[in-house]
């Protein structure tokens, strides 16, 4: 027994003889040992050692020393890796990754719709999970109570933003919401800026007809906005609704910030406002050029655009600081512009951190409000539009309410909303259906943490996926349904404000957006006020598609689809 054998099939031993084939002729000719037949002996140990070598051996592929220098060289390596690799503290865990490609990491998963690709992801390895975009983890958190953890109970820990390269050309990188500060200047510009918004939207409006000046500013915009649609109704029979409401928002902000209004055809703004789109394709969480650097060294059209926008944005907003400069007149504050100048002349100290803010990081503030204030609004109220039309039922409903509740004599006012929960339970569905900012901006953690029970440590980059919250299953009930009751009581009389706390779309916690206030109550202002006055509806043979385009804040597809008719012509409203 024992002895050479035959291998499989017989001896099929390669024609050409290359080093390797060697190798191979070698061991076939001189197995190793036979299972069940030989008895292990000290020769037959010897035998194996031997054929071992001659594999290895001059005839065979390497050396002793090659096969020495190869462990030595691999134990190396794995030493160095590992102590590079991320100590976990005692009881605490590694966070679960899904497995990516060297280089690109996970970027093939996310595909064209991260919030949706990360969603699927989040429900095999849990709300706590790490991806890697390029080079670079990114933590991606789901799910409402982790979120809620995340941002309010540890809100310290994640409310960084990350040093990212697009970035730094938002707001000559002074951005409030994207520049990586989040310490104790950021805290104080942060103040002033949520005091310069409330004294110009909640401060008494000096006209009779309006509570305050954003019910005077929306009420002027809404009215604007209506004859334009029916002017183009007369001269085109259709019109995209995306491009008359953005200008009427924008002039919102700009009465609020600047104190003036454009017409709109006004081209200069207009070139402006549409832009918003490319803005929002860079800024997006989840843009390669941002984790992957060496993408900024390509030419990219994307990014070219991106820079332009953000200079031809500053500049604009720059020229009207300057005049606004030039005109001052400090016993005369005409808009959140002169309060901000105003505030840097008195060389104000935030009470708290005692802290005197550069003039710069001042004024540029309008930036932020401006840049923030008109594409989600916008975007929002177009989302509305959409839904109007594809649900005509709901529509009605939102009619008879104002027709109940207001009639036909006076315009909806603030004081309504609480009087009409079906409205307000519509807009509520709108942001949670939508889901139109899918992400918050991205966050960033400030030191070494944990979450759950996982390790995560600083200067981690975190991805919020507020998609996911509104879409959740264990949440609601048929989350993929359009359907405004759910958030009402069972009598309809009243908004359930447990189900209303659900959806996420303003963000949570310290870096919560400011704005959140005025955006619901501008929303509900012009929805109201259009309603009120106009029936929309789809032009006959065109089909609305509510697939969303990703980006920072996602659109639908915009066409000249929509149609008007006025619910009660030739009437006046105060
Ligand atoms: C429906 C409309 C709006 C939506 C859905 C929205 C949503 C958001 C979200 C998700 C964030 C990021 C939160 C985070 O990173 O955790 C944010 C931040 C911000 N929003 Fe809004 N927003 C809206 C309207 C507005 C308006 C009207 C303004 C101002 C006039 C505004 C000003 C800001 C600012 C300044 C930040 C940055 C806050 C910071 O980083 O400290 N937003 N918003």
């Not at 095999?124 to 991806?131: A, C, E, L, S, T």
Request: net charge positive; hydrophobic share 35%.
């Amino acid at each position: 027994m024992g002895g050479t054998a035959e291998p499989p099939g017989g001896a099929q031993v390669p024609e050409r003889g290359s080093h390797l084939a060697a190798g191979t002729k070698h061991l076939a000719l001189h197995p190793i040992s036979q299972p069940g037949r030989d008895a292990p002996s000290p020769w037959h140990s010897h035998r194996k050692m031997k054929t071992a070598m001659s594999l290895l051996g001059s005839q065979g592929i390497f050396s002793v020393t090659e096969i020495l220098i190869f462990l030595a060289v691999f134990l190396l390596m794995f030493t160095v890796i590992r102590s590079f690799q991320q100590q976990i503290p005692y009881g605490l865990k590694r966070l679960p990754e899904p497995r990516g490609y060297p280089l690109i990491g996970n970027v093939l998963e996310l595909g064209r719709n991260p919030h949706l690709s990360l969603t699927q992801m989040s429900q095999k390895y849990g709300d706590v999970m790490q991806i890697r975009i390029g080079t670079r983890p990114v933590l991606v958190l789901s799910g409402l109570n982790t979120i809620r953890q995340a941002l309010v109970k540890q809100a310290e820990d994640f409310m960084g933003r990350p040093d990212l390269c697009s970035f730094r050309h938002i707001g000559n990188g002074q951005s409030l919401a994207f520049s990586p500060d989040s310490g104790e200047v950021w805290r104080a510009r942060r103040k002033v800026a949520q005091n310069a918004l409330k004294t110009f939207s909640v401060s008494p409006s000096p006209t009779a007809s309006s509570t305050c000046l954003l019910e005077e500013h929306v009420f002027k915009e809404a009215e604007y906005l209506i004859t334009k649609l029916l002017q183009q109704m007369k001269e085109k029979k259709s019109f995209d609704a995306y491009r008359y409401t953005v200008i009427s928002v924008a002039n919102v902000i700009c009465g609020m910030c600047f104190g003036k209004r454009y017409t709109h055809d006004d081209q200069e703004l207009l070139s402006l406002v549409n832009l918003s789109n490319e803005f929002g394709d860079v800024a997006a969480s989840g843009n390669p050029a941002d984790f992957i650097p060496i993408l900024q060294y390509f030419p990219s059209r994307t990014m070219k655009i991106f820079k332009d926008l953000n200079k031809r944005f500053s500049s604009f907003v720059h020229k009207i600081v300057k005049e606004h400069y030039t005109t001052f007149d400090k016993s005369h504050i005409r808009d959140i512009t002169d309060s901000l100048i105003e505030h840097c002349q008195d060389k104000k100290m935030d009470v708290n951190a005692n802290i005197q803010l550069p003039e710069e990081k001042i004024v540029n503030l309008v930036n932020d409000l401006f840049g923030a204030g008109f594409d989600t609004v916008t975007t929002a109220l177009s989302w509305s539009l959409v839904y109007i039309v594809t649900y005509p039922d709901i529509q009605k409903k939102i009619q008879n309410e104002l027709d109940q509740t207001i009639g036909r004599e006076r315009r909806p006012r603030l004081s309504d909303r609480l009087m009409l929960p079906y409205t307000e339970a519509f807009i509520l569905e709108t942001f949670r259906h939508s889901s139109f900012m899918p992400f918050t901006i991205p966050h960033c953690t400030t030191k070494d943490t944990s979450l759950n029970g996982y390790y995560i440590p600083k200067n981690l980059c975190v991805f919020i996926n507020q998609w996911q919250v509104n879409h959740d299953e264990t949440l609601w009930k048929e989350p993929s349904a359009f359907n405004p009751e759910r958030f009402l009581n069972a009598e309809g009389t009243e908004i359930n404000r447990v189900e209303s706390d659900k959806v996420m779309i303003f963000g949570l916690g310290k870096r919560r957006c400011i704005g959140e206030p005025i955006a619901r109550w501008e929303m509900f202002l012009f929805l109201a006020t259009l309603l009120q006055q106009l029936e929309f509806s789809v032009c006959d043979g065109q089909k609305v598609d509510i697939t969303p385009q990703y980006g920072l804040t996602m659109k639908n597809e915009t066409y000249e689809y929509f149609q008007i008719k006025q619910r009660f012509p030739n009437k006046s409203f105060e």
